[in-house]
């Protein structure tokens, strides 16, 4: 542990931990002490004696197996277990803070709502196994056509919402690039599917709505999205 102190690089972490710490009373930060990435939890006490300071003791708690029991929980609150997409209740978090977004810089957004035709179809004579594959590719290639800044999610069964923020600072324009997304969604959908061996197309309808603000309440986008 010496060592390890008095080594440059080390050194200046805990440094700048104990900086940290003495503002906080305790941190939880992740620490490659050793060679091996952890997640530990330190806090602190002064050590005092009548001459003042004495000197300052450090408990370090492993809270890595923790964290990550957390963060599996909260991605099974937010995330489609499937196809790893936002599910609602993620989705409709991000539409507030689009909403919000959009108030705030005078920017439409827009929700576009993709409802695949026929899927009862294949999952029915093919079976569900390929189904979900076809729903994992879908969602896949749905990414693919949105910029990273913007919301693919499940928003159930066959059904997936996309949010795109900041597609224009007036309505016409908004509606024509809402348009051209929803054109690069049919065609990046229109292309073959391999699943388990055997070629499948499909189809699939979209609706768009643009928005500004919080002029409509969440339920009323994406219901006239899905009817558009």
């Known amino acids: 542990m010496r060592d390890l102190w008095h080594e440059g690089t080390q050194f200046r972490r805990w440094q700048e931990y ?3 710490a003495s503002r906080q009373g305790g941190f939880t930060d992740e620490s490659d002490l050793l060679g091996k990435e952890r997640i530990f939890q330190l806090t602190f006490n002064q050590l005092q004696s009548d001459n003042g300071l004495r000197g300052i003791s450090i408990f370090a ?4 197996n923790q964290r990550a029991a957390q963060e599996a929980i909260n991605r099974l609150a937010f995330f489609d277990t499937l196809t790893q997409l936002p599910n609602r209740r993620l989705l409709l978090d ?3 803070q689009a909403m919000l977004q959009s108030e705030r810089h005078k920017r439409f957004a827009a929700v576009l709502f993709v409802d695949l035709d026929r899927f009862k179809i294949l999952n029915d004579t093919r079976g569900h196994e390929v189904g979900d594959m076809l729903l994992i590719e879908v969602a896949q290639r749905l990414q693919s056509t949105v910029r990273e800044g913007d919301t693919v999610a499940r928003h159930g069964g066959d059904e997936f919402i996309v949010l795109i923020n900041g597609i224009g600072d ?3 324009l908004a509606a024509r690039n809402a348009e051209v997304i929803c054109q690069k969604i049919l065609h990046a959908l229109s292309q073959p599917f391999d699943l388990m061996g055997e070629t499948h197309r ?3 309808s979209i609706g768009a709505r643009p928005f500004l603000g919080q002029d409509h309440s969440i339920d009323d986008l994406l219901r006239t999205a ?3």
Request: proline content about 0%; glycine content about 0%; overall charge positive.
């Open 18 to 20: 104990l900086k940290r």
């Open 61 to 64: 708690r492993d809270i890595t």
């Open 94 to 96: 991000r539409l507030r």
């Open 170 to 172: 007036h309505l016409e």
């Open 202 to 204: 499909i189809s699939a």
């Open 226 to 228: 899905d009817t558009a």
